[in-house]
């Protein structure tokens, strides 16, 4: 059975940091691209970041270009989200999906609350 | 990165046949054959109805049907129930490692 657990979310001053990690199991983690989706409570869904199978192909959200690093250890079998320099818009629910034939997995989420 | 415009809400009887539209440009609906679309429930994650503009996963009943036409890609559910009032949004491709969403279109059955 495919799983996806995220974690790392949490509250978080404006301008901090927070780490995010997404545990696959159930499948060959390292033959899958990696998208990280997020959600503003009451708001809808917004696509943030894809990493490709073998971490060389990243794509960014413009909104997040330059201050989010995606990456993946495929040894371990977990997808990461760094997110720097986080503003109040910043704060939702943060997905990561599996990316074959659509977004085919979800996990339930961690949520993300920046606010001082 | 604009997002792709969906109607805000669309509404139908139990029977009946809706069809929500997702309209976007060539650099995304238009150009690639990658739209695909997700079904929210209120507190769930997301999931996915059609992917790759007209596939559908076996666990989705065949109900839920895709198409797309120019920069306008469809979805469409016929013999509506009522566990099909949700959220929907749908997804495309926009080259360069890049997705856009819709902004959701909520669906009531009447």
């Known amino acids: 059975e495919v799983q996806l657990v995220e974690s790392g979310g949490g509250l978080v001053q404006p301008g901090g940091s927070l780490r995010l990690s997404c545990a696959a199991s159930?499948?060959?983690?390292?033959?899958?691209?990696m998208n990280w989706v997020r959600q503003a409570p009451g708001k809808g869904l917004v696509w943030v970041s894809r990493i490709k199978s073998d971490g060389n192909s990243i794509g960014y959200a413009d909104s997040v270009k330059g201050r989010f690093t995606v990456s993946r250890d495929n040894a371990k079998n977990t997808l990461y989200l760094q997110m720097n320099s986080l503003r109040v818009d910043d704060t939702a629910v943060y997905y990561c999906t599996r990316d074959y034939e659509g977004l085919a997995y979800w996990g339930q989420g961690t949520p993300v609350t920046v606010s001082s | 990165q604009s997002a792709l415009t969906q109607p805000r809400s669309v509404s139908g009887s139990p029977g009946q046949s809706v069809t929500i539209s997702c309209t976007g440009s060539s650099s995304d609906v238009g150009g690639y054959n990658y739209v695909s679309w997700y079904q929210q429930h209120p507190g769930k994650a997301p999931k996915l109805m059609i992917y790759d503009v007209s596939g559908r996963p076996s666990a989705v009943p065949d109900r839920f049907s895709g198409s797309k036409s120019g920069n306008t890609a469809s979805l469409t559910i016929s013999g509506l129930q009522a566990e099909d009032e949700a959220d929907y949004y749908c997804c495309s491709y926009a080259g360069s490692n890049t997705f856009v969403f819709g902004g959701g279109t909520k669906l009531t059955v009447l």
């Open positions: 159930g499948f060959t983690f390292s033959m899958y691209a």
